[in-house]
């Protein structure tokens, strides 16, 4: 076993809540950039919405009814995956404010 002083150990433990802080925050914004409203999303959405109309016009109940829950059902995907980014984002800076503050207590002196 290695042993460690309470300074040394304050140290590793704000580095590995550093890394690990900055590790959530680039994922977050990772996610928040691949996996908001991408083309495969809006080409969906218009096929939906085309095939929505064409039911309108030909007097397709269903047809309009399933096209609408797909939109709905596309919304909520992309706020979804919005909701997931925001939250690793602010994990990741919240775990390194968090690190910051464990720095700030290591006694430099018994060093």
């Given at each position: 076993m290695i042993p460690f002083s309470m300074a040394e150990t304050q140290i590793l433990i704000a580095g590995t809540l550093f890394f690990l802080g900055?590790?959530?925050t680039l994922l977050g914004i990772f996610v928040?950039?691949?996996?908001?409203?991408?083309?495969?999303?809006?080409?969906l959405a218009a096929h939906t919405a085309r095939i929505?109309?064409?039911?309108?016009g030909q007097d397709i109940t269903g047809v309009v009814?399933?096209?609408?829950?797909?939109v709905a059902a596309i919304n909520q995907l992309v706020k979804t995956a919005t909701g997931v980014g925001v939250f690793l984002t602010c994990t990741g800076l919240v775990m390194?404010?968090?690190?910051?503050?464990?720095?700030?207590?290591?006694n430099w002196t018994t060093l």
């Amino acid at each position: 076993m290695i042993p460690f002083s309470m300074a040394e150990t304050q140290i590793l433990i704000a580095g590995t809540l550093f890394f690990l802080g900055l590790t959530c925050t680039l994922l977050g914004i990772f996610v928040l950039m691949t996996r908001g409203y991408t083309g495969e999303v809006r080409a969906l959405a218009a096929h939906t919405a085309r095939i929505g109309q064409k039911g309108i016009g030909q007097d397709i109940t269903g047809v309009v009814q399933s096209a609408s829950e797909l939109v709905a059902a596309i919304n909520q995907l992309v706020k979804t995956a919005t909701g997931v980014g925001v939250f690793l984002t602010c994990t990741g800076l919240v775990m390194i404010v968090a690190a910051y503050f464990v720095v700030m207590q290591v006694n430099w002196t018994t060093l």
